[in-house]
């Protein structure tokens, strides 16, 4: 695990400052100032810079799909992976025009391996997680791999020039492992987080509202009162591979002193483990979007963060979080390249 500085309260507060003498009224530009403002701590410069962005998406399957929790069926996680690869899923259309490179980390997706593919990063942990309502969704030890799996995608996405990352996911079933996850970090009820996911029947968001009820009662058995106990072992009784990969990718990317900008419901239960395991990441991360998911404005609430964009998306993919570089982007430029009321002559209010 990475050890994450905090963000230079210094630099935060001469950002502030040099946003205040912009040529604009104060507090015009809204909250593209204040993220500009976090940019500038977390690049340490008060005229921050955002030059291509990467998204890690990280693909695995759930154990828990035998309980007829989700709209799909699982065989649609590895076709997807082919999809992303293939440059045909909504991901990729948005990476193109946002200025973003994809990256599919296969961290446990079921069936056989994928053909070798330049930004495939082929780091199976196991086939899919076990089914949480009966089983851990993952022995520790697997936690942590996929943990670091998604720290390695992380550091490739910035070896190869990414100057701001997303986390994606893809993962048929993982809506009821994100909610159990996301209702064991927070101590909230099964039916505050659990939401519909890919669009399941009434019938199946019932079960699906159960499943997450009965797994939570089991991971108690387990390891007592789990707003206390180790947050990766909680992750590794409730899952999901790709949840837990995209803490890592988040944990190495604020590492390597990079914005990390989480996505929808999925993602933000990895942001969450991420931020348990490292407080520190709170500087670095921003919300790109709110999902429809109900359980995401919970997790967002708990990491103090508003969404950039709000445009009721509920795919996942990293395509909410994605769309929000340009305005990042926007943020850093207004910051770094505005003239200041003197340097442009014109007369302050
Ligand atoms: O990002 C979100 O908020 C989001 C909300 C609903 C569904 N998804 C995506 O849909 C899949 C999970 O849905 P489900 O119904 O199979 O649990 C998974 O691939 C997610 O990326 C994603
Ligand atoms: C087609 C499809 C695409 C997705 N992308 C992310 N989750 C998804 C779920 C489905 C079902």
């Given at each position: 695990?990475?050890?994450?500085?905090?963000?230079?309260?210094?630099?935060?507060?001469?950002?502030r400052a040099r946003q205040l003498r912009l040529t604009k009224p104060p507090g015009s530009l809204g909250r593209l100032e204040e993220a500009g403002v976090r940019l500038a701590a977390i690049q340490r410069s008060e005229k921050p810079r955002l030059g291509p962005g990467a998204v890690v998406v990280a693909a695995?399957?759930?154990?828990?799909?035998?309980?007829?929790?989700?709209?799909?069926?699982?065989?649609?996680?590895?076709?997807?992976?082919?999809?992303?690869?293939?440059?045909?899923?909504?991901?990729?259309?948005?990476?193109?025009?946002?200025?973003?490179?994809?990256?599919?980390?296969?961290?446990?997706?079921?069936?056989?391996?994928?053909?070798?593919?330049?930004?495939?990063?082929?780091?199976?942990?196991?086939?899919?997680?076990?089914?949480?309502?009966?089983?851990?969704?993952?022995?520790?030890?697997?936690?942590?791999?996929?943990?670091?799996?998604?720290?390695?995608?992380?550091?490739?996405?910035?070896?190869?020039?990414?100057?701001?990352?997303?986390?994606?996911?893809?993962?048929?079933?993982?809506?009821?492992?994100?909610?159990?996850?996301?209702?064991?970090?927070?101590?909230?009820?099964?039916?505050?987080?659990?939401?519909?996911?890919?669009?399941?029947?009434?019938?199946?968001?019932?079960?699906?509202?159960?499943?997450?009820?009965?797994?939570?009662?089991?991971?108690?058995?387990?390891?007592?009162?789990?707003?206390?106990?180790?947050?990766?072992?909680?992750?590794?009784?409730?899952?999901?591979?790709?949840?837990?990969?995209?803490?890592?990718?988040?944990?190495?990317?604020?590492?390597?002193?990079?914005?990390?900008?989480?996505?929808?419901?999925?993602?933000?239960?990895?942001?969450?483990?991420?931020?348990?395991?490292?407080?520190?990441?709170?500087?670095?991360?921003?919300?790109?979007?709110?999902?429809?998911?109900p359980g995401h404005t919970r997790q967002l609430e708990a990491l103090g963060l508003e969404p950039l964009l709000d445009l009721n998306l509920r795919l996942g993919e990293g395509t909410g979080a994605v769309l929000a570089f340009p305005v990042l982007r926007a943020a850093a430029a207004v910051l770094g390249g505005?003239?200041?009321?003197?340097?442009?002559?014109?007369?302050?209010?």
């Open positions: 695990m990475s050890h994450l500085l905090p963000v230079d309260q210094a630099f935060l507060e001469r950002a695995a399957d759930h154990g828990v799909t035998a309980e007829g929790v989700s709209a799909y069926p699982a065989e649609v996680t590895p076709q997807m992976v082919q999809n992303f690869l293939a440059g045909g899923a909504a991901v990729n259309q948005i990476a193109r025009v946002a200025g973003a490179e994809v990256y599919v980390l296969d961290v446990g997706v079921r069936g056989p391996e994928f053909p070798a593919h330049e930004r495939l990063i082929p780091a199976r942990v196991r086939s899919g997680t076990g089914n949480l309502v009966r089983e851990p969704a993952m022995r520790p030890a697997e936690a942590l791999a996929a943990l670091q799996a998604g720290e390695n995608a992380a550091r490739r996405a910035v070896s190869e020039g990414a100057t701001l990352l997303a986390a994606g996911d893809m993962g048929i079933g993982n809506t009821t492992a994100a909610a159990a996850l996301t209702a064991a970090l927070l101590g909230l009820l099964a039916a505050e987080v659990t939401g519909r996911g890919t669009g399941v029947d009434d019938a199946a968001y019932a079960r699906k509202v159960q499943v997450v009820e009965r797994a939570l009662e089991r991971a108690r058995g387990e390891l007592g009162d789990l707003e206390r106990a180790d947050p990766l072992e909680v992750a590794a009784q409730l899952g999901g591979l790709e949840i837990v990969a995209a803490a890592g990718v988040f944990l190495a990317g604020a590492a390597a002193g990079l914005p990390v900008v989480a996505d929808g419901f999925p993602v933000t239960a990895g942001a969450l483990l991420a931020a348990r395991l490292e407080p520190n990441l709170s500087g670095y991360l921003f919300a790109g979007h709110r999902s429809l998911e505005m003239a200041t009321f003197d340097e442009a002559g014109v007369s302050e209010g």
